[in-house]
């Protein structure tokens, strides 16, 4: 579980409250799966993709065995990992990753079970130097967003309105990832940048963590049009677990969860829907008042968006196996194993798939301190952490090898 210490590293922690209820903090009760699910959930490749920010900073200290435990019990397959928060300055962001490096080095027997993918959610840490990527590239970066709420110099933030969109430097910084094998994230942005970059890129985009602005309108979540034009360039959308899906002060629910869900397989087709949390792994009592402090925070920097006054989590998930929860709700409601399979993470293995291998100088060198891409994820400097993704349902695959 996370302390308060611990959860104000992450990012996921940034978004909170001021009025918290302890209530709202509900034990994961086992029962609540049924033995389908259970049994699915077991055999299934399962991705994250948003989970435990600074994973390097957030699991150390005496609750690192803890937190540990947690991750590796989640039953997680894979998890994408942001680094350098949501303003982190280039050396911030070069600590975050060597941090991240040395926790994979440290506890194999962690990540020879969890992969760990590094992403950026910001564009800070580049400033204006598209070479930058290439220098992210090399240290295992391996996702990366134009912009992080507000404008940069190669988007415009969702907390911008729809003036303006893509730079002509946003245009260089697509094709440089194109080139490399980085995957082009759009969340965050605003409506015309996530068009215009869907638009520009050669390879599939995708958008790790948001909602359904259809289902509730928020500048977090994303237009039905461009849910439809990310499917249509082979990219997947991650559903999120932030308040930003319903109005406040109504904390969300799973029943609200699902909605959006459901409401992006429809829009975008089985092929083009996961799962990006957000969230941390689990929320106790004494990480409330750290929540609230985050969220102080955000106001002062102007990063914080509409509806960040409830917790960030949905109270009957909160567990380190909430995408077993996810497998069970799907399964209820009527979808097949294959599709809740593609939902848990193999529609994100097959379009990382699709970034990174073709991509120069990526087959052997991609995601840092964790996968390998023979189908994969695999990643550079200083060292190479070779993970092969079984390209049927399974967590299973050969060794973890260090070269």
Known sequence: ??????????????????????????????????????????????????????????????????????????????????????????????????????????????????????SFEAASMLEDKVERIELFHKRGVRVMQLSYNRRSPFGVGCLEGDTGGLTELGREAIAKMNELGVALDLSHANTKTIAEGIAATKKPPIISHSGCRSVYLHPRNVEDREMKALANKGGVMGVYMLPYLTPSPKQPTLDDYMRHLEYALKTCGEDHVGVGSDVPLQVAESDLEAMRRQVEQRKAAGISAPGEDRPVYIPEMNTPRKMELITDALLKRGYTSRVTQKVLGANFKRVFGEIWIGSERTVGAALRGRPRLDTGFEKRPPRIWRIRIPTEGGHGGPPLQYS
Do not use: H
């Open 1 to 118: 579980m996370i302390t308060r210490r611990d959860f104000a590293k992450s990012l996921a922690g940034a978004v909170a409250l001021s009025a918290l209820k302890t209530e709202l903090v509900w034990p994961f009760a086992a029962e609540k799966v049924s033995a389908k699910a259970a049994d699915l959930y077991r055999s299934s490749f399962v991705l994250d993709c948003n989970a435990l920010a600074s994973i390097g900073y957030q699991i150390s200290g005496s609750e690192q065995d803890t937190l540990l435990k947690a991750v590796r019990d989640s039953g997680i397959t894979a998890l994408k990992s942001t680094l350098g928060q949501a303003t982190g300055t280039f050396d911030e962001t070069m600590a975050d990753i060597t941090a991240a490096d040395k926790l994979m080095e440290k506890r194999p027997d962690v990540f020879l079970k969890v992969r760990v993918i590094y």
